[in-house]
Nanobody, 122 residues
Framework: QGQLVETGGGLVQAGGSLRLSCAAPGLSDSHMAWFRQAPGREGEFVAGVSKFGTTAYKDAVKGRFTLSRDDATNTLTLQMNTLKPEDTAVYYC??????????????????WGQGTQVTVSA
């Protein structure tokens, strides 16, 4: 429990697509989210889904990124389309198995993946 395993990421040209996946064994009753951190910048919330199924997205990715969750395998997937150079960052998966009031806040999440690099070239 608590070991998040991320896959996906890589290098893509602007306008392209990538898919990130996060496996969270033992954390089926959890809120889950993706955060990202670009060089020299603070980490930021990208998208998340509560354990009740409610999704939320950062405004800058709405309409381009889509979150989905497979409850059978407890895997969270982030489909990223129409990628832009400003999407370049290390993306982190996070999970929270306790009550919280703000799922967009990184401090709410006790479990984190190792991070995966997404690079979008102009």
């Amino acid at each position: 429990q608590g070991q998040l395993v991320e896959t996906g990421g890589g290098l893509v040209q602007a306008g392209g697509s990538l898919r990130l996946s996060c496996a969270a064994p033992g954390l089926s009753d959890s809120h889950m989210a993706w955060f990202r951190q670009a060089p020299g910048r603070e980490g930021e919330f990208v998208a998340g889904v509560s354990k009740f199924g409610t999704t939320a997205y950062k405004d800058a990715v709405k309409g381009r990124f889509t979150l989905s969750r497979d409850d059978a395998t407890n895997t969270l997937t982030l489909q990223m389309n129409t990628l832009k150079p400003e999407d370049t960052a290390v993306y982190y998966c996070a999970a929270c198995d306790r009550p919280t009031s703000n799922l967009r806040e990184s401090a709410a999440y006790p479990y984190w993946g190792q991070g995966t690099q997404v690079t979008v070239s102009a």
